[in-house]
């Protein structure tokens, strides 16, 4: 194996063992040469991922949003996924104790029945230093959230 180069992390994950540091640095060099020489292939190959994976986008948008207001305010930042919050806290707004309709739309006032969609509600707001931690986040219906607002 040829550690130190884009080959040897190839081995890596053809041997099915973790790269090391040499060769994890060997192929971020080579990505971003690639990315460099190639701008329009890879902004086409990521509007295409991008436009099959509208869920993906709209969450990692999402979580985006919430760990720049936390670190604005020094609030604190841990990363999270909506499914371990839905293993840690389960699938009812914890609000009213009633199940959530996953189907609905999580946007406010797009369409009928928003109210009962998900929306994550931050126990301590962000505006009063609240973290954007696990601990701090709950499931919650768009209209329980709204009208808890940031109490």
Known sequence: MNCGTPSGYRSHLRLKTQPCTECKAANAQRRREYYASNPKKVYEINRRW??????????????????????????????????EVFETYGKNCHICLEPIDFNAPRQAYI?????????????IPLSKGGSDTLENIRPSHALCNMRKRNN
């Open 50 to 83: 991008a436009s099959s994976n509208p869920d993906k986008v709209k969450g990692y948008s999402r979580r985006m949003a919430s760990k720049r207001k936390a670190l604005k305010k020094s609030n604190g930042h841990a990363p999270y996924t909506d499914q």
């Open 111 to 123: 369409a009928d029945s928003w109210e009962l969609g998900l929306q994550f509600d931050h126990l």
